[in-house]
């Protein structure tokens, strides 16, 4: 592993790596100050996002959520529908 990226570091955080690339991104550490204040600062804020109070969407969030996809499945079923007037089944 050349360069170490913040979805690494990420990864390295959860223990979600391979040991081979946990134990590369172990000695990368060892040798790269940057590298380690940019896990500490990963850290905190993976701490501060744990410790923070979900709240529940607005009722106006979810709706407006929610007409969008419509909207969006409806165009997609209009466009479908504009390529393939007919059934696959139709189509000989």
Request: glycine letters at 0%; a positive charge; proline letters at 5%.
């Amino acid at each position: 592993m050349h360069n170490c990226t913040t979805e690494d570091l990420l990864l390295y955080l959860d223990d979600d790596l391979p040991a081979v690339e946990r134990s590369n991104i172990a000695a990368m550490l060892q040798d790269n100050w940057a590298l380690r204040e940019k896990l500490q600062v990963l850290k905190e804020a993976k701490e501060q996002l744990n410790s923070a109070p979900l709240q529940a969407p607005k009722h106006k969030s979810l709706q407006n959520v929610l007409n969008h996809l419509y909207k969006t499945q409806k165009r997609e079923k209009l466009a479908y529908a504009t390529l393939y007037p007919k059934p696959a089944a139709d189509i000989r």
